[in-house]
C-alpha cells in the first residue's frame, strides 16, 4: 500500500492465526496493524515507516481502528501493532488509552511493541486499565555490541536487560525479536550470535522469541546484497537448534514471511513454530 491511501481510520492489515501458547495448544490470535505515527527511532533495517502516518495519529482514530479489526473477531489473543512504539504518544495518544484498554480487556492476552525508551510511566497508567494479560515485544535484534550499534537502534545490551527487568516487576511478559544474519556476515556467524541472543533474551526472561531472518531490500544503509543467504531447508535446521538451545523455557518461533508457501519446507517449519511446549 502506497503512504498516500493509508486511512488513519483504517488499520493497514489485519490478520487471524494461530500462535503458540508454550504448553502445545493453538491460541486464534488476531493481529492488527495500526496505522498511526512513525516511529522515531529510525533502525536501519527497519522499512515499517512505508504504513505511517506524516502528523500525529489524531484522537480517537486507534480506537476506531481497533473497532472495526475486531468486530468479527472471536480470537482469545490480540496483537497491536503500531509500526512503532505503543507507548510513543505521538504514535498512540495516551488520551485514548480507556478506550484502547476497554478493547483489549476482551481478550486473555495482548501484545504490544515497544523500545525501552518510551512511556515508563504511561506503561504503568496503562497497566491500571487493562485486565488481560500484557505482553511487550522488544526489538532486541542482537547481543553483538558492533552489529546493534550498526543497527542504530538507540538501546545497549544493558538498556535492554534493565528494561526486562522492570516490565517482569509489573507483571508484563516479554517478547524479543531476533534477527538472523547481518550484512558482510556469513552463515555460521550469523547463527552462532543467533543462538547467543536467544541465550540472553532467555535469561533476561523472554516468553517468547521471534526470530527474523533477515530480509533484503529494507534499508541495510545500502548493503542489503551482502546479506547471508539461508534456504529454507537450513531456516528448518537452525530453527530446531534454537528450539533445543531454548530447553523449553521459552516459546521461540521463526518468520516466515519470505518463505513461499509452496516450498517442501514451509509446512515443516510452521508445525515447528506451533507445536511447542515449555
Ligand atoms: S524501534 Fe522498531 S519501529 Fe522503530 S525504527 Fe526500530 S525497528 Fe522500526
Redesign the pocket.
Known amino acids: 500500500m502506497n503512504r498516500e491511501q493509508l486511512s488513519a481510520d483504517k488499520p493497514y492489515l489485519v490478520l487471524h492465526e494461530a500462535e503458540p501458547d508454550g504448553e502445545g495448544n493453538e491460541v486464534s490470535t488476531t493481529t492488527v496493524f495500526l496505522t498511526a505515527s512513525q516511529?522515531?527511532?529510525?533502525?536501519n533495517?527497519?522499512d515499517?515507516?512505508f504504513n505511517t502516518l506524516p502528523t500525529a495519529t489524531p484522537a480517537g482514530a486507534i480506537p476506531r481502528q481497533i473497532d472495526s479489526a475486531i468486530k468479527d473477531s472471536d480470537a482469545k489473543w490480540l496483537k497491536l501493532y503500531n509500526?512503532?512504539?505503543f507507548f510513543d504518544p505521538r504514535s498512540i495518544p495516551s488520551g485514548d488509552y480507556t478506550a484502547i484498554a476497554e478493547r483489549c480487556n476482551r481478550f486473555d492476552r495482548v501484545i504490544v511493541?515497544n523500545?525501552p525508551q518510551f512511556g515508563k510511566s504511561r506503561l504503568q497508567s496503562f497497566l491500571k486499565l487493562v485486565t488481560c494479560q500484557f505482553e511487550i515485544a522488544v526489538?532486541l535484534e542482537t547481543v553483538q555490541p558492533r552489529w546493534l550499534g550498526r543497527l542504530e537502534?538507540q538501546m545497549s545490551r544493558d538498556d535492554f536487560s534493565s528494561y526486562a527487568s522492570e516490565i517482569a516487576r509489573l507483571g508484563v511478559d516479554l517478547r524479543v525479536f531476533l534477527i538472523l544474519g547481518v550484512p558482510g556476515i556469513d552463515v555460521v556467524e550469523s547463527v552462532r550470535w543467533t543462538r547467543l541472543s536467544l541465550r540472553h533474551a532467555i535469561a533476561c526472561g523472554a516468553r517468547h522469541v521471534s526470530i527474523i531472518p533477515a530480509r533484503s531490500g529494507h534499508g541495510w544503509g545500502g548493503k542489503a546484497e551482502e546479506l547471508p543467504k539461508f534456504s529454507t531447508t537450513l531456516l528448518a535446521e537452525i530453527h530446531e537448534q534454537l528450539l533445543q538451545d531454548s530447553g523449553g523455557r521459552a516459546v521461540v518461533t521463526l518468520d516466515l514471511w519470505d518463505v513461499p508457501a509452496n516450498d517442501a519446507e514451509y509446512y515443516r517449519l510452521q508445525q515447528s513454530n506451533l507445536t511447542q511446549s515449555v
Open positions: 516511529c522515531p527511532i529510525g533502525c533495517m527497519c515499517l515507516h509500526s512503532g512504539n511493541e523500545h526489538g537502534k
